[in-house]
């Protein structure tokens, strides 16, 4: 097993959490956003970047929560060990 400091830790932890949890909330309104969108008033020009969020949203969001999940869990290892 690797021993690291806690303050390497924390210094690779905490980003990955404020990323994780800045990605969560973006595609969080961005589903939300969906769910009530007009679909008659969004160009056409802009419709397959659209359907490319519809298809991509799902597993980002999943990848945004991993990653704060993980830097969230790096944060309580590195307090814990002191």
Not at 6 to 31: D, Q, Y
Not at 50 to 55: I, P
Request: aromatic share 4%; net charge positive; charged share 15%.
């Amino acid at each position: 097993m690797v021993e690291t400091d806690s303050e390497t830790l924390r210094s690779i932890a905490a980003p990955l959490a404020e990323v994780g949890g800045l990605g969560t909330v973006a595609l969080l309104i961005h589903r939300a956003a969906l769910r009530r969108v007009d679909w008659d008033l969004i160009p056409s020009a802009a419709l397959p970047r659209v359907r490319w969020w519809l298809r991509h949203g799902p597993p980002l969001l999943r990848a945004s929560l991993t990653l704060a999940a993980l830097g969230l869990a790096g944060l309580g290892a590195a307090w814990l060990g002191g």
